[in-house]
């Protein structure tokens, strides 16, 4: 068996001919912060070095848009759930009152 070399090519940052992978963004956008994302502008990702993909997935970690983005979209699906929570247990309810209606109608008859 013959070992796979990694395709090396020059690295879209430092310029240095190294093995590349291609850097896409890892997040999302409730609103306008899309329109002023760095890495959501760009109209072709860049091939990066795994140095340089450490230091763009480092800036994009820290990015305060982008996680007051995660942070609200998390409060959404927190507040999300409790609605469908509370909706399943007034279901559940009405169900238990329907059945228990039925149950003393019959009773009755």
């Known amino acids: 068996m013959t070992a796979v070399k990694p395709v090396e090519a020059r690295c879209d940052h430092c310029r240095q001919t190294r093995p590349l992978f291609l850097y896409e963004p ?3 956008h409730l609103g306008a912060s ?3 994302c760095r890495w959501c502008l ?3 990702q860049p091939r990066l070095c795994v140095r340089c993909w ?3 997935k480092q800036l994009e970690e820290n990015d305060s848009a982008i996680n007051e983005d995660a942070e609200t979209m998390r409060q959404i699906c ?3 759930a409790r609605a469908i929570a509370r909706d399943d247990a ?3 309810a009405c169900d238990g009152i329907a059945e228990a209606t ?3 109608e019959e009773n009755a008859s």
């Open 26 to 28: 890892d997040h999302g």
């Open 34 to 36: 899309q329109f002023s």
């Open 42 to 44: 760009r109209e072709k």
């Open 54 to 56: 450490g230091a763009e």
């Open 78 to 80: 927190e507040g999300n």
């Open 90 to 92: 007034v279901r559940a």
């Open 102 to 104: 039925r149950v003393a």
